[in-house]
């Protein structure tokens, strides 16, 4: 066999990362925070860039200068442990011509003709638009190693594992966000009932999964049910207990044969009982530390409209105007002693450019996905939690042109200021699974766990329910769902099996006619 040489012409495409297209691919996942951060930092590295400090109303791209556009900034307590007997409450074409990488490699929507679309606030909008694809950017391990986790954070993540209903999620997400740092809920619950719209019970059934979580006695709305929390934890809750808890006043007041009489014990026992939950943590949460709590800016706005729409805008507080002095640059440039000054300064002005623009469409495809994830949730919005639709990133991704990846991005660490509170974007995605009738609409699997919670908790002590029984059941909605499935998503939910839901609602209801 001969080896020879020769020569062979190919042609190709390749997407360049280069650090600007590195930096818009960031700029879409940053939050507020982090964007005004960033902002901060190019304006101290950038004599070209600066930023108008009053606040202005938003105004549509059409209206602005070409070198201005939105971007984000923002900007918790602590508290320490005290004696808790003493019953406290709880408490242009130079500037872009050397990329190697086209701004619309980024962000395709950016047409000339759509410059023109309202930024701030407007109604659904009916334009196509390509999409494109990144890659997720390495972390910064070092920095995730040391960092220390809040106590909303720890509760968030047993929430995860715990609670698989999208409805009761969005509860829990809720109510985490009204815990204070010493591990108290603040918060009415038939308020938030009626402001979800939450089927009665719900909101609480999600507040006694919360109290399970770790710490022991976290989300307790009172001293005494912190308290009562940990004990049980321990099993060590029992009538006389319960009696001291209730009399906690008399704890401070130190007066012992009030008490005593109070929860029915001898002064040894008192003594005894006493010493007792003086080793309980009356702010669980502090554990944790004082780690700063940032409060939550929402970056998208929804109200309704007058003829029943909804209209979303951003938030102007949290967009700033950037912008690029060309008239410095003008005067500088023309006192550039040699090349190097010169390359210095068109490469600030390319960089500056870039920034805008990416700090442009940033903005525009934020507002992009809010309002689809509007349109798609409009029940939710409308009708409250029950209502709370399926939904995964591929099928808002579809819907405005977008890639999956890109959607993702613009909804990690955004949150939407709505009539039924503010809530983080990604709360609103929930999975999805394909019916068995390939002619019907296919069916949440968050839905179907929904709907089996619904049918157990509905189920009178007399007629409790088998994996079975919930299978012909599902099957009349038009559910077709194997009993392992049932079973499966039962488990995961915490559901204990029908033998044992019998004896626990039969045990409650002796209790019951006792009390």
């Not at 990362?17 to 005004?36: C, D, F, G, K, V």
């Not at 334009?127 to 070092?142: A, C, P, Q, T």
């Not at 870039?354 to 809010?370: E, F, G, M, P, Y």
């Not at 409790?464 to 194997?482: H, N």
Request: glycine share 4%; proline share 5%; with cysteine.
């Amino acid at each position: 066999m001969a080896i020879s040489t020769k020569l062979e012409l190919r042609q190709g495409q390749q997407l360049v990362m280069t650090p600007q297209l590195q930096q818009a691919i960031r700029l879409l996942q940053y939050s507020n925070l982090e964007l005004s951060q960033f902002i901060e930092t190019e304006l101290e590295r950038n004599p070209l860039l600066e930023i108008e400090e009053s606040s202005v109303e938003p105004v549509s791209p059409a209206e602005q200068e070409p070198a201005e556009a939105p971007a984000a900034g923002e900007s918790g307590d602590s508290g320490e442990s005290e004696d808790w007997l003493d019953l406290e409450k709880p408490a242009a074409s130079d500037a872009t011509d050397s990329f190697d990488t086209e701004f619309e490699n980024v962000y395709p929507d950016a047409a000339p003709a759509e410059m023109a679309a309202d930024l701030a606030g407007n109604q659904w909008s009916d334009v196509k638009h390509r999409g494109s694809s990144f890659d997720d950017d390495d972390g910064n391990l070092e920095a995730f190693a040391t960092a220390d986790i809040s106590l909303r954070d720890h509760l968030a993540e047993q929430m995860t594992m715990v609670i698989s209903d999208p409805a009761e999620r969005l509860i829990a997400n809720y109510l985490i966000d009204t815990v204070d740092e010493g591990g108290y809920l603040h918060a009415d619950l038939e308020d938030i009932t009626d402001k979800l719209a939450a089927p009665p019970g719900m909101v609480e059934r999600v507040l006694s999964v919360l109290q399970s979580f770790d710490p022991p006695g976290v989300c307790a709305r009172t001293l005494a049910e912190c308290l009562e929390l940990q004990l049980k934890d321990q099993n060590r809750y029992d009538p006389q207990i319960a009696a001291l808890l209730d009399n906690l006043s008399l704890v401070a007041s130190h007066n012992l044969s009030g008490l005593r009489k109070a929860v029915g014990v001898n002064a040894d026992e008192l003594a005894e009982m006493i010493a007792e939950i003086k080793q309980l943590n009356p702010k669980p949460g502090l554990k944790f530390g004082s780690v700063q709590m940032q409060p939550v800016v929402p970056d998208i706005m929804v109200r309704p409209g007058s003829d029943g729409s909804w209209i979303i805008e951003l938030n102007s507080d949290t967009l700033p105007r950037v912008l690029v002095n060309r008239i410095y640059y003008a005067k500088v440039s023309k006192t550039a002693r040699n090349e190097k000054d010169k390359g210095y300064l068109l490469e600030c002005l390319q960089t500056a450019n870039w920034l805008v623009k990416s700090l442009d469409q940033r903005a525009r495809t934020i507002l992009r996905v809010a309002e689809e994830i509007v349109r798609q949730q409009d029940a939710f919005f409308t009708h409250g939690v029950q209502y709370l639709r399926p939904m995964n990133l591929k099928t808002v991704a579809d819907a405005i042109s977008m890639h999956e990846s890109t959607v993702s991005r613009v909804t990690s660490n955004k949150y939407i200021a709505t009539p039924r509170g503010i809530l983080e974007l990604k709360y609103f995605f929930t999975s999805a699974i394909a019916a068995a009738n390939s002619d019907a609409e296919a069916h949440s699997s968050e839905a179907v766990r929904h709907r089996i919670k619904q049918l157990i908790d509905a189920e009178p002590p007399e007629a409790i329910l088998s994996d079975d029984m919930i299978v012909e059941k599902l099957k009349g909605d038009g559910v077709d769902i194997a009993r392992r499935t049932v079973a499966k998503y039962r488990e995961a939910m915490r559901i204990p099996s029908s033998v044992q839901r019998r004896r626990d609602k039969r045990l409650l209801e002796r209790t019951g006619r006792h009390a």
